[in-house]
């Protein structure tokens, strides 16, 4: 074992026992207004975010109505998808599940 991989044992922390395994999110039919910072709040609430989206039009950098929530463990997406997937937030009810990768033709 190197000095350094013994001190960065050290220091580092871990919150759950769990592997971590990144799962990305889809969350469809968001009020316009929704940021991504309300966005990220709405999911951290179920566990830890990594990154959270709304996107954007390009041109005027209007919400599209939809965005990508990036979770660390898996049980706590699930759990995240199974509590806002058909909740009313802001005035929508959500449309929440894990993101499917686009298939190329």
Same mark, same amino acid.
């Given at each position: 074992?190197?000095?350094?991989?013994? +001190? $960065?044992?050290? *220091?580092?922390?871990?919150?759950?026992?769990?592997?971590? #395994?990144? +799962? #990305?999110? &889809?969350?469809?039919?968001?009020? &316009?207004?929704?940021?991504?910072?309300?966005?990220?709040? %709405?999911? %951290?609430? &179920? $566990?830890?975010? @990594?990154? /959270? =989206?709304?996107?954007?039009?390009?041109?005027?950098? !209007?919400? !599209?109505?939809?965005? *990508?929530?990036?979770?660390? *463990?898996? =049980? #706590?997406?699930?759990? /995240?998808? =199974?509590?806002?997937?058909? @909740? @009313?937030?802001? $005035?929508?009810?959500?449309?929440?599940? #894990? /993101?499917?990768? !686009?298939?190329? /033709?």
């Amino acid at each position: 074992m190197s000095l350094f991989s013994f +001190i $960065g044992g050290l *220091f580092s922390r871990r919150v759950s026992n769990e592997p971590r #395994e990144q +799962i #990305e999110i &889809y969350v469809g039919n968001l009020s &316009y207004d929704m940021t991504s910072e309300q966005l990220r709040r %709405a999911f %951290a609430r &179920y $566990g830890t975010v @990594k990154n /959270a =989206r709304v996107v954007e039009n390009h041109y005027n950098h !209007k919400s !599209k109505g939809f965005g *990508f929530v990036e979770m660390v *463990f898996r =049980r #706590e997406a699930e759990t /995240a998808i =199974r509590a806002l997937h058909d @909740k @009313k937030v802001m $005035g929508r009810r959500l449309r929440v599940n #894990e /993101a499917r990768n !686009k298939v190329k /033709a």
